[in-house]
């Protein structure tokens, strides 16, 4: 029988600002999923990553499936309520929709799941990241799975070199799915420019060309574009199996060594760079900066062992300082060029009033007239 790994999150209320959920709303949350057991999932995790609540659920009912979804749901409900009730900040901010239909795709949480045949020892990695996008994984899944710097099992390890599908998705596009399939290493600049653009095309799934399996899920959704306006980083979730036929899970975790900026900090509207952080660590330094955390678990038969805290480990200690560094030389930039993130990305219409009303008052040196309205920004 397959088992299927889902990870559903939302942000649902937070303690002081956008940093992290109280324990009442976690406990609430927890009971919710609990409630349901061994009626819809086999096992669960449950976690938080700055303000953000993520249910991984394994169960038998494969993806997209509507009790566990609704579980998750629901879990999140009753958690909004708890934080109405505490007065948490942005309670049920990612809940958009009044009511549940189907799946939780596009109504506002976040979701990656995949349903795999277990291998007879199967090692999965559960990445959650806060204050950036789902555009945040496209350079470390590029460079684990494309690039021989990163990942050496890409020619020590003959299954590994028949490369990897991509599934990538134009998330820009709203009336539905828009997605493209390209394979590496054939395609690999193809690939990366597509990839260059985080807040356009994201990495959906990715496949082993040796197996046909499945080894890395991404939650691909935009709050903007479900809402039409902005309402909040994605704050994405993702899950990617390792080892055998896939990359190590050393491999997977490398690239987050960069601290790569990303959209995302300061009120969803600048670049900084991504954090590797503990599991439960909350958000900080100027709302930021962004954040991910990895779980990294053994499924088998659909028990999930403890998870292992990858980004505790003493190693990333120095990266912590690196990326805190690079934040810090990143904001005396303050509100000019590469430092916040370019217009159609803003969370606040602020400045396109401010260009509105300036365009009112340009004019072309040496001609009478005003330009016409509308000319600089539509
Ligand atoms: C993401 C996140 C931010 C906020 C944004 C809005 O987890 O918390 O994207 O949604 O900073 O902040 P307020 O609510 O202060 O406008
Ligand atoms: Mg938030
Ligand atoms: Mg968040």
Redesign the pocket.
Same mark, same amino acid.
Do not use: A, F, N
């Given at each position: 029988m397959k088992t299927t790994l889902t990870v559903i999150k939302a +942000?649902v209320g937070?303690i002081g @600002?956008?940093i992290m959920p109280s324990k009442r709303l976690l406990t609430r949350v927890t009971e919710v999923v609990d409630s349901a057991g061994k009626a819809v999932f086999q096992d669960r995790y449950i976690s938080f990553t $700055? #303000? +953000?609540i993520a249910i991984l659920m394994t169960h038998t009912l494969g993806t997209g499936h509507e009790r566990v979804h609704k579980l998750a749901w629901d879990a999140f409900v009753a958690g909004t309520e708890v934080a109405k009730e505490e007065g948490l900040? $942005?309670a049920g901010?990612d809940l958009l929709k009044d009511s549940f239909s189907g799946n939780v795709h596009g109504l506002g949480p976040a979701c990656a799941e995949m349903e795999i045949e277990e291998r007879p020892n199967e090692p999965f990695l559960f990445f959650a990241a #806060? =204050? &950036?996008d789902p555009g945040a994984y496209n350079l470390p899944l590029f460079l684990t799975f494309a690039d021989i710097m990163t990942t050496p099992g890409l020619i020590l390890s003959p299954k590994l070199s028949q490369g990897f599908r991509w599934v990538v998705m134009d998330v820009n596009y709203t009336d539905g799915d828009r997605i493209i399939e390209l394979v590496t290493p054939e395609e690999i600049y193809d690939l990366a420019a597509l990839l260059r653009d985080n807040e356009r095309f994201v990495v959906e799934s990715i496949w082993s060309r040796s197996s046909g399996e499945q080894c890395a899920a991404v939650a691909t959704s935009r709050l903007h574009n479900i809402a039409g306006k902005?309402?909040? =980083?994605? +704050?994405p979730v993702a899950l990617v199996r390792t080892q055998m036929d896939f990359p190590a899970t050393g491999e997977v975790l490398a690239p987050y060594s960069i601290g790569h900026h990303v959209a @995302?900090?300061?009120? @969803?509207?600048h670049n900084m760079p991504l954090m590797p952080v503990a599991l439960n660590t909350s &958000?900080s330094y100027f +709302?930021g900066p962004p954040l991910v955390s990895c779980a990294a678990f053994c499924v088998h038969k659909g028990k999930l062992t403890e998870p292992v805290d990858t980004f505790a480990h003493p190693f990333w200690d120095e990266v912590r300082s690196q990326v805190s560094r690079k934040a810090i030389d990143m904001r005396r930039q303050g509100f000019n060029g590469a430092a916040m993130l370019p217009m159609g990305e803003l969370?606040?219409t602020g400045v396109m009033d401010k260009l509105r009303k300036l365009e009112a008052r340009f004019r072309l040196r040496g001609a009478e007239e005003l330009l016409p309205a509308g000319i600089l920004y539509e």
């Open positions: +942000d937070s @600002g956008h $700055g #303000d +953000d900040y $942005g901010q #806060d =204050k &950036t902005y309402t909040g =980083k994605d +704050d @995302g900090g300061m009120r @969803g509207s &958000t +709302d969370e606040y």
